[in-house]
């Protein structure tokens, strides 16, 4: 290790020789088509900063994320604090080269100033810290939910095995999903402003500001502003205007209410309403967010209020918008009645003595849709982008897609050496092996046969190219969690922790390998050596599952009656709320099983019509795209971004979808035609700005404040809600529910 960037020719420094040719306007606007492969990139500033933010992020976003009001720190936050860093170890740490003893390796402790290649490494790093590990769900359900024995190796190598298996689908596609300069990743175009803002020197346009002092502005702004809807005035983030006027109606309520209604008007005045769930609106593309809009509309406020006012599947007995289950009389599921905790599986004896599992309607259209996306998006890209894959095929394997590269491309091949495939198979067969024997061994304690793993694998193998596309070019992920969890519920039912298992198997590691294309493509984007970025993710991934995991052993094993406030002091903050929702879905999906909830057995069977529909609905659109070509539009309509477009509800709110789609369309609409220029130079160093505000008053809000239970003043507006409490009310007579009249 020299401390170097790797390359092939030291003395090849390209400043502008080639044209900036990328295809997308947006790329040309904000990456810059120079590269310097001189400059150091995995240096000893970058292991020990990267390190230090990956396990800091890992253990407090771990930490918190069991407590009631969880707070989850984005990399922006490290990605800030480590370059005033970076530049104080490149001013007093030695140059002198310090040589490995019995090896021929050296390295110094400073390279030179601290740069922005480093910068991109060690914010790589801390974007592992802040990724979570999925898999930790499973052993908070077995330890705190279930409150059963599980084996501490074979959770680890769960925790380790599901992050890690994503390498090796991502190597098979990184030639498509990378180095096609139409596979462009947008929101990587933010962190590319900011790198940009916090590392080039421009000249400041008269008048104006340069991009570093504009960040500071914002920042400034927004850090002193969150105060207001996290601490003074936490009511100012969900705005429901219709609730104010009519306090007592249940169904105006359930219209206008923006967190458990329709949110007809509502509003919220807090970037992270805006950012939140649904991600920047100023990262994601103008034609994207009308989809989303559009298949908003019209589940939201089309089809939803035909089912529920209409009563379908006794909808009226239940809250018009909720993720909850319930019995046949309209009260809470009882979970308990049909589970048997000795043989951890499905009581049938139990259950047709109790009562099928009922949704609320828009819960079970939600569960639909989701499988409607999955069979939409096989269809759209065999139909939009079929072509284009088949030639990139032909391409990669006569090893001629010269015509497929862009100034980006061409400079990291030609100063960089690739990263070997057999460095990915290698991690595939290893991580292969680790999870069969985390399934097999410990006594089975994880339910999955080994069938059950490879079918698992299969299908995030088969979904990765596909999907990997859609997020590529639009911003938007389609996920897999409810297809795998479908697919075991139906060929091995009763088996709670078999579901989860194959869940997270087949789900997470399709996330972890499109995330690594994604973090890859921001390395092609910044010039950064290949093996440098796979090295620190590879890394990153290990240490940060390693500490997430450790962290929620320790909490789990420490913490008398975590997760059960029952159990629980009062006052405990450690309630496991998101856990929670994972631990009922393991008990619909693996206890109960889709058998008896979308077949005869069960109460929605029509479910299963919507993967039909899926697949059928992308026909029209293309076929107008192709007879009518001079109509852009139709090009632009996407059909599983549309009906997924609330795969996200709940835990995301209509108030979310307002209020994001309204910055989004702003900025992306009219920002972008009337102000271009300004556009390029400011939209994503803005976004990046309020993110980094929001990140540090939350933090320090919650360390000096919240943490020690100090509240901001009591007064109406002190409210984590909008105010309709009846929004949550069933509407059919006779159901009792606290907090509603009985009608």
């Known amino acids: 290790m020299t401390g170097y960037a790797e390359k092939e020719d030291p003395q090849a420094v390209i400043t502008g020789d080639e044209e900036n040719d990328s295809p997308i306007e947006e ?86 100033p601290f740069n922005l290649k480093e910068h991109v490494l060690i914010t790589i790093f801390a974007s592992a810290g802040t990724s979570g590990t999925y898999a930790v769900h499973i052993v908070t359900s077995v330890k705190a939910f279930y409150r059963r024995d599980l084996h501490a190796i074979a959770a680890y190598l769960l925790a380790l095995t599901t992050q890690m298996l994503g390498y ?19 929101s ?46 936490p009511s100012i983030s969900y705005i429901s205007f219709i609730c104010w006027i009519w306090k007592d109606s249940i ?6 209410g923006g967190m458990q209604g329709l949110g007809l008007g509502s509003i919220g005045l807090d970037w992270s309403t805006v950012a939140g769930f649904l ?7 103008g034609f994207a967010i009308i989809n989303i809009l559009v298949g908003f509309v019209l589940i939201v406020y089309v089809a939803n209020p035909i089912l529920y006012w209409s009563n379908a599947y006794d909808a009226k007995k239940f809250p018009i918008f909720s993720s909850h289950t319930f019995d046949h009389t309209g009260q809470p599921y009882n979970l308990s009645r ?42 759209h890209v065999a139909l939009f982008h079929g072509r284009t894959i088949w030639q990139l095929w032909k391409k990669a394997t006569s090893a001629v897609n010269e015509n497929f590269s862009d100034v980006h491309t061409r400079l990291m091949k030609k100063n960089y050496k690739q990263v070997p495939q057999w460095w990915f198979h290698s991690i595939l067969i290893s991580m292969v092996a680790l999870a069969l024997y985390a399934c097999e061994g410990f006594d089975k304690q994880l339910q999955l046969p080994w069938w059950g793993l490879l079918m698992a694998c299969g299908i995030a193998l088969f979904f990765t190219l596909p999907i990997g596309i859609i997020q590529a070019t639009t911003n938007s992920q389609p996920g897999l969690n409810v297809i795998t969890e479908l697919v075991i519920g139906y060929i091995y039912p009763g088996k709670p922790l078999a579901n ?17 294309l994604l973090d890859f493509k921001l390395g092609h984007y910044m010039k950064i050596p290949p093996r440098s970025m796979f090295i620190v993710q590879l890394v990153g991934t290990v240490v940060a599952s390693s500490t997430y995991f450790a962290t929620a052993w320790w909490l789990l094993t420490s913490i008398d009656g975590i997760c059960n406030p029952s159990l629980l002091p009062e006052g405990s903050p450690w309630t496991c709320p998101g856990d929670d929702v994972f631990y009922n879905a393991s008990i619909i999906w693996g206890v109960i099983g889709p058998l008896r909830m979308f077949t005869k057995l069960g109460v929605y069977k029509e479910m299963n019509w919507f993967f039909l529909i899926g697949f059928l609905a992308p026909i029209p659109g293309w076929f107008l795209s192709r007879k009518y070509p001079n109509i852009k539009w139709l090009g632009l309509v996407h059909t599983p971004i549309i009906i997924g477009a609330v795969s996200g509800m709940p835990p995301t709110r209509p108030v979310n979808y307002w209020s994001w789609g309204a910055v989004g369309i702003f900025f992306n609409f009219y920002i972008y035609r009337k102000y271009k220029t300004w556009w390029a130079r400011h939209t994503y160093v803005l976004s990046a700005a309020l993110d980094a505000g929001v990140a540090f008053m939350g933090v320090i809000l919650f360390f000096t404040l919240q943490s020690k239970d100090i509240i901001g003043p009591e007064w109406w507006g002190l409210a984590s809600d909008d105010h309709c409490p009846l929004a949550k009310c069933p509407t059919a007579p006779g159901v009792v529910r606290s907090g509603c009249p009985v009608l």
Not at 61 to 85: D, E, H, T, W
Not at 206 to 221: E, N, P, S, W, Y
Not at 279 to 285: D, I, Q, R
Request: glycine share 6%; with cysteine; hydrophobic share 45%.
């Open 27 to 112: 790329v040309r606007l904000t990456v810059s088509p120079t590269d310097d492969p001189t400059l150091p990139a995995l240096t000893f500033r970058t292991w020990v900063l990267g390190l230090l933010s990956c396990v800091l992020l890992s253990f407090v976003n771990q930490f918190f994320g069991y407590r009631q009001n969880q707070l989850s720190i984005s990399s922006v936050s490290a990605q800030i604090l480590v370059l005033p860093l970076g530049k104080l170890m490149a001013a007093y740490l030695p140059s002198k080269p310090i040589r490995v003893p019995l090896t021929n390796w050296s390295f110094s402790l400073n390279p030179g």
């Open 168 to 186: 090796g689908w991502a190597g098979l596609f990184r030639k498509y999903l990378v180095d096609s300069p139409y596979m462009w990743w947008p």
């Open 188 to 233: 990587n175009l933010v962190q590319v402003s900011l790198f940009r803002a916090l590392h080039e020197k421009e000249k400041r346009p008269r008048g104006g500001h340069t991009r570093l002092q504009f960040f500071f502005m914002i920042f400034v702004a927004s850090f002193a502003y969150y105060v207001v809807p996290s601490y003074l005035f």
């Open 251 to 256: 169904t105006a309520q359930q219209i206008g």
């Open 279 to 285: 991600g920047t609106p100023l990262a994601t593309p």
């Open 338 to 379: 049909i589970l048997n905790t000795k043989t951890f599986d499905f009581d049938r004896v139990a259950y047709d003595s109790y009562s099928k599992l009922y949704l609320s309607a828009f819960f079970a259209l939600d569960y639909g849709l989701s499988f409607a996306t999955l069979t939409a998006t096989i269809t």
């Open 500 to 516: 989860v298992s194959f869940k997270t198997y087949g789900y997470i590691s399709m996330a972890q390998a499109l995330s690594f």
